[in-house]
């Protein structure tokens, strides 16, 4: 437990390195509604739209030590505009872009890059698969800080409560 908290002391110690993961914490956050987007075909994800539940599990690990998982549940009213939105992946993403995109019906890959201004550097790559009324994935980044390189894992699970 020591060693966990002196791995937190050393995050808290370096808030360009907490903004960038933020930044990629919402980018995450956002990936629910980013996985809904549909491409330039006209194959359309399967998703069924209404009220759906996410939870995340990240694990971070730096310097050769793991703090513990951290769970996060989110719930959002997911319309069939969503399902449909072209532009959605293209909004601003702040120091984020994004590198690589592929959408189907069945799923979707993607990869992230986030650059801070104090030159720290940041990549994610996801995937997510499309069930309908659930959806799963992962997310894995990695980010260069001050003192070291930093991993972020995270699952992804959604389901469909029901209508909104």
């Known amino acids: 437990m020591k060693e ?4 937190s002391t050393q995050c808290s110690e370096i808030p ?18 980013l996985a809904l987007s549909a491409t ?4 359309t994800p399967n998703v069924q739209p209404g009220e759906w539940e996410y939870t995340n599990v990240t694990r971070i690990s730096t310097g050769g030590q793991t ?4 769970r996060d549940s989110h719930r959002e009213c997911v319309t069939q505009e969503d399902i449909t939105n072209k532009e959605l992946f293209s909004e601003d993403m702040g120091e984020c ?17 986030c650059t801070a201004e104090e030159g720290m550097h ?6 997510m698969k ?8 992962t997310v894995d ?18 389901k469909r409560l029901g209508d909104c």
């Open 40 to 43: 330039s075909s006209a194959e």
């Open 67 to 70: 703090m513990p998982s951290q």
């Open 97 to 113: 872009e994004i590198t690589d995109k592929t959408i189907s019906r069945s799923g979707m890959r993607y990869s992230m890059r």
């Open 122 to 127: 940041s990549t994610m790559d996801a995937s």
């Open 141 to 158: 980044g990695k980010m260069m800080t001050p003192m070291g390189e930093m991993t972020v894992q995270t699952t992804v699970e959604g």
């Open 130 to 137: 499309f069930m309908g009324n659930r959806v799963e994935g």
């Open 16 to 33: 360009a390195a907490r903004r960038l993961a933020a930044t990629m914490a919402a980018a995450l956050l956002a990936s629910g509604l």
């Open 4 to 7: 966990i908290s002196a791995v």
